[in-house]
């Protein structure tokens, strides 16, 4: 992927902007790493958003959902949002005014196109469930060309999107620094908790390194 | 806070309905055991949507801000809707189109009203700071003028809102119970770490239970 040269307008980050990065890797890292992602988008003049489960494949942000969805029709009809964040920890400062998070967070607008073709759709799912299982896509019972008509798949470009993020500990006022309080920052860890087997798996052991 | 008797035309879950929640508990639970919250909002005929940190107090969802931030100034001029959601597992199935999550997402529609008066301003931050703390803000260095000044505070009422919960095992055909693939629920947790005191604070040892 390239690297991109300047944010647009909509993406340049006006709030703390020494926060703010543009290139492609840092990005992509930020989508990779969330779950979900929140398309906002508008509809008959009103504003909507909704949560979605997102994945990434070369430059673009991927999404899916049932075909009659209200969401998948409208994205196409106009500009989209999409933004996902996570919290890596809570700061805690000495003044109420200096508290803070450290987070990484990605704002992404464009226009969503759908993926029409059968193959091409099939395709395009596969690296969803590999994301969360490298090597199951193969081992899965097909997907029957009933369940592919009945899934939406859309996509938007990476091209113009703007990442922010905050890394770093508590950053007081000088004449704060003796107060008498705790400062300091709490991590916040997103973590796999041990796999419970469907009592009817034929399959009892989890293949799959990433999940061990 | 009292139930709400029915959704509205904007809150009812159209997709997969049974996982649609209305009440007012639910709802707020759910507000308060995330960190960040989506605001999406209309600009000048465009959609934008941020994230951000928010919290609870009573039956609004607070947010705020740089006095000067263009979302702000936004928010009070058109409905905005405002999303959260916790993926709490991942579900793994037979086939591709069974696989889900389990999460709880909240969906808010309304208008952000601002807080303007410094005093009430000052009692509406206190709980921001106590969700994270119990017991921290009378600890910190008093807000300033300056700072209570610089800081928007705004608020949207839960009375329009909807959840959306999926907390349950696999679910596959009947015909693919038998299909020799791994089938189970890989929870996900989010969790606090040891927290880092800061170098230069004054008070070493971390006074609050939650954080232990």
Known sequence: M?????????TRVRR????????????????DAASVCTVAFQHEGAVHALPTIHWRDGEHLYIHGAKASRMLKALTAGDACVTLC???????????????????SVVIYGRFEIIDDPDEKTRRLRPLIE????????ELRPMTLKELNATSVLRIPLSEA??????????????????????????IESKRGTP?????????????????
């Open 196 to 212: 419970l087997t469907d009592p009817d798996s034929v399959v009892r052991e989890i293949p799959y390194q990433q999940l061990k």
């Open 131 to 138: 994301k969360f299982a490298t090597g199951r896509w193969d």
């Open 162 to 187: 703007s990442a922010k993020i905050r890394n770093a500990g508590v950053k007081d006022d000088d004449e704060d620094m003796q107060w008498p309080v705790w400062a300091g920052v709490v991590p």
């Open 2 to 10: 390239n690297g991109h040269p300047a944010p647009s307008a909509r």
């Open 86 to 104: 996570m919290v890596d920890g809570l700061v805690y400062a000495r003044s109420a005014f200096h508290h803070s998070m450290n987070y990484r």
């Open 16 to 31: 703390l902007p020494d926060r703010g990065h543009y290139d492609a890797g840092t990005i992509a890292a930020i989508v």
